[in-house]
């Protein structure tokens, strides 16, 4: 039988000084310490805010403005293992170090029938750059012996795996996958914060049936190819960019030339001190009078040609920062834009994901010179929807995500599906209080042969076109021929994800790749429905 998914209950809180955004809790130590924390989809440990990080300067109220605080001199479990860098944000001039250690953590409020873990590694912060603790759900494993604590190249020996691996292995969730979006306070009656961990509820969003590969550290990197405005002509993005989405930070980060379009139409102001877009009451009111809607059009790259489509009307960028933001003095509203001085920096924080519902899978690969299909871990698991997905993989961790637009809907049920793990195909699972198992369509025989039949159509479509490179190399030798001569020695095909040619057979040589030859740049057509899959203009040609 397989785990159930996890489904968290947001703490119905709207905390930060530069949201408010929807808040999830969190129980340090022995007894439990409960502290309210924002997801991080970069980070791979849980970081509380220390005792240290109010001062006497701060406002009396300053542990409770930061979603409370852990005193891990107050537990009894604590395990100390030191002070480390965060190592997280860098690129956007995000500074901070942490006291490490192992302790028990506990998910949700007493009575809410949570699941708990112990010696699990995380972290204790003082600093104001991380104004609330942070729940980082990165599959990544940490090794404290690094400068970087979450250094991805590490001594198994000396290293911690992450929050979300200790729950695989604990059998507390299917798979390393989750289902996030950040919550929309201006949605109907406050949506809150939405976080499956195992799986995804499917209630939250609208499919977009576009699925992207994870990059190699297994952040979730895409490519923005425009940014307009609904039943408009303006093009917000000049030239499009590869952006990191991470829900640790709050705003988005665009290029110069892209900020001062939105300078431009918007008619925002920057402020240096606090290098925000400070907004006043009479730009804020011409704002609302607008009342504009932009739509991301997202693609796997700046060039590929599909993309999924994000709408985000006007109430996603406003927002307000408290007197407790650097350089801030007074609360005020603010545009969550940020000038971006480098390619590094270009970003989708968690402004984007208020609209945004992310499906991300990832999975630990046993090092197999052979084809697989990942069949079972992409369905989602509607009869009416089955999608089945193959890789061609050698010793690495192959992984997917997606995005889609969100749903909104009075009284709307939670309607959770599982992500089983790679090496299952029974959909059987165990039932927990607060989520359940989507039953009926296929049966589990019927979906246990889908991946034995696509595996062998996958077989015979390899083999095939390894036929047909071969005698395009070689007129001399028919087809047929050259297939039967080979027949014994095709052991393995090039993977084009592989990482080093040198783990491969020297032969036979690899397939060729396929290269896109633009067509031009792709153009948004307004008033294409937001989630929805576009198509671009490019081609794509076989090399050999």
Not at 66 to 78: A, Q, V
Not at 441 to 447: E, K
Request: hydrophobic share 35%; net charge negative; glycine share 8%.
């Amino acid at each position: 039988m397989v785990s159930a998914p996890m489904v968290v209950s947001p703490s119905e809180a709207w905390d930060g000084n530069d949201g408010p955004w929807s808040t999830f809790a969190l129980g340090f130590g022995t007894p439990p310490q409960f502290v309210k924390v924002l997801v991080s989809t970069t980070c791979s440990q849980p970081w509380a805010v220390d005792p240290l990080g109010c001062t006497a300067t701060d406002p009396p109220d300053c542990a409770s403005k930061r979603g409370g605080l852990f005193n891990k001199n107050h537990s009894s479990t604590w395990q100390d293992q030191g002070f480390y860098e965060l190592g997280q944000q860098l690129n956007l001039g995000y500074t901070g170090n942490g006291d490490f250690g192992l302790d028990s953590i506990t998910f949700g409020y007493p009575g809410s029938g949570a699941a708990s873990v112990n010696r699990q590694l995380l972290a204790t912060i003082a600093a104001k750059d991380y104004y609330l603790a942070t729940w980082g759900i990165a599959p990544r494993p940490t090794n404290l012996t690094s400068s970087d604590p979450d250094e991805t190249i590490f001594d198994p020996g000396d290293s911690h795996q992450s929050l979300l691996s200790t729950l695989k292995q604990l059998q507390k969730i299917p798979s390393l996958s989750y289902g996030y979006t950040a919550g929309a306070r201006y949605r109907l009656n406050r949506v809150s914060a939405s976080l499956t961990l195992g799986g995804y509820d499917i209630a939250r969003f609208v499919p977009s049936n576009l699925t992207f590969d994870l990059a190699g550290d297994s952040s979730l990197v895409v490519g923005v190819q425009s940014i307009s405005i609904v039943g408009s002509s303006y093009k917000l993005l000049p030239t499009p960019v590869p952006a990191l989405i991470d829900s640790t930070v709050p705003h988005i980060w665009l290029p110069l030339e892209a900020c001062r379009v939105f300078e431009t139409i918007f008619g925002i102001s920057w402020d240096p001190t606090s290098n925000l877009y400070l907004v006043n009451d009479t730009t804020h009111q011409a704002l609302l009078a607008q009342n504009a809607s932009l739509v991301f059009s997202i693609g796997a790259t700046t060039l590929s040609p599909n993309v999924v489509n994000i709408t985000l009307p006007y109430a996603t960028f406003d927002l307000q920062v408290s007197d407790s933001y650097p350089g801030v003095k007074n609360s005020t509203r603010y545009f969550p834009l940020r000038r971006a001085a480098n390619d590094t920096q270009y970003t989708l924080g968690r402004t984007f994901l208020q609209e945004t519902y992310v499906k991300s899978v990832q999975h630990l690969l046993k090092k197999l010179y052979t084809l697989w299909l990942d069949s079972v871990d992409s369905m989602t698991h509607r009869s009416e929807s089955l999608t089945v997905y193959r890789y061609l993989i050698a010793d690495y961790e192959r992984s997917s995500f997606s995005i889609n637009q969100c749903h909104f809907a009075e009284k709307t049920p939670k309607d959770i599906r599982t992500i089983l793990p790679l090496n299952v195909t029974n959909v059987t699972t165990g039932t927990t209080s607060n989520s359940h198992q989507k039953q009926g369509g296929l049966s589990s025989g019927a979906i246990a042969a889908i991946p034995v039949a696509s595996a062998v159509f996958l077989v015979v479509l390899v083999t095939t076109l390894t036929v047909i490179w071969r005698w395009i190399q070689s007129s001399k030798v028919s087809a047929l021929t050259q297939a039967r001569q080979q027949d014994e020695s095709l052991e393995v095909v090039y993977a084009a994800n592989c990482e080093s040619e040198q783990e491969l057979h020297a032969d036979p040589k690899p397939l060729p790749e396929l290269h896109a030859i633009s067509m031009g740049p792709f153009e948004m057509v307004d008033g294409v429905a937001a989630g929805e899959v576009a198509t671009g203009g490019e081609r794509w040609e076989l090399h050999g």
